[in-house]
């Protein structure tokens, strides 16, 4: 069973900067496919970003891409979204997200942490 750990979420002001990071644990995740998903108030949870096991397949959502970075450190397990230019609707709760393959990132989840863009 993997288990994942986000850190890094906060309060920051629009056009700020955050770093995200989780930390796998439980079992291996070689070769998982690793992600981020987020969830505002009132909305469905939506895919942010995602890497494969190595790195060199990635994926962003439109309304991230430019601004937002995922890498992954496969030694440490940890996968890491570093996020600039953060405007208001960029606000919701990020999750980490794992997966053996591209179709199955949502099989394992994080807790979530909060991010608050103000304006």
């Known amino acids: 069973q993997v288990q994942l750990v986000e850190s890094g979420g906060g309060l920051v002001q629009a056009g700020g900067s955050l770093r995200l990071s989780c930390a796998a644990s439980g079992r291996t995740f070689s070769g998982y496919v690793m992600g981020w998903f987020r969830q505002a108030p009132g909305k469905e949870r939506e895919f942010v970003a995602g890497?494969?096991?190595?790195?060199?397949?990635?994926r962003y959502a439109d309304s991230v891409k430019g601004r937002f970075t995922i890498s992954r450190d496969n030694a440490k397990s940890t996968v890491t979204l570093q996020m600039n230019s953060l405007n208001a609707e960029d606000t919701a709760v990020y999750y980490c997200?794992?997966?053996?393959?591209?179709?199955?990132?949502?099989?394992?989840w994080g807790q979530g942490t909060q991010v608050t863009v103000s304006s």
């Open positions: 997200a794992a997966g053996s393959a591209w179709s199955r990132l949502s099989d394992y």
């Open positions: 890497i494969n096991w190595t790195g060199n397949s990635i």
